[in-house]
């Protein structure tokens, strides 16, 4: 069993940053593939950014040049840099781990996060 703990939501001006964080319970970066998705009032639960245990990365268009996605080993937690932020971006954004050998998928709670002036 994977524990996932998001932090880092809150309500920013469009043009700011922000950085979320997901702490896992244990080492898993290697054996599992690290997601941030988000769900818009409304809308379906969409890819953000992710990172493969090979370390490839992938990003949804609408993020691409903004956002960077980066895991930190030593203290088993993924983060989601978000710069240049836009209104459309407000959503709860959602940590996943997900690993097809293990037949496993983990979320976490969701953390909030609101673009406005």
């Known amino acids: 069993q994977v524990q996932l703990v998001e932090s880092g939501g809150g309500l920013v001006q469009p043009g700011g940053s922000l950085r979320l964080s997901c702490a896992t319970s244990r080492s898993i970066f290697s054996m599992y593939t690290m997601s941030w998705y988000r769900q818009a009032p409304g809308k379906q639960r969409e890819l953000v950014a992710q990172?493969?245990?090979?370390?490839?990365?992938n990003y949804a268009d609408s993020v691409k040049g903004r956002f960077t996605i980066s895991g930190d080993n030593a203290k088993n937690t993924v983060y989601l840099q978000m710069n240049n932020l836009k209104p459309e971006d407000t959503a709860v954004y959602y940590c996943?781990?997900?690993?097809?050998?293990?037949?496993?998928?983990?979320w976490g709670q969701g953390t909030q996060v609101t673009i406005s002036s």
């Open positions: 990172f493969n245990s090979g370390g490839s990365t």
């Open positions: 996943n781990a997900n690993s097809n050998y293990f037949r496993a998928d983990y």
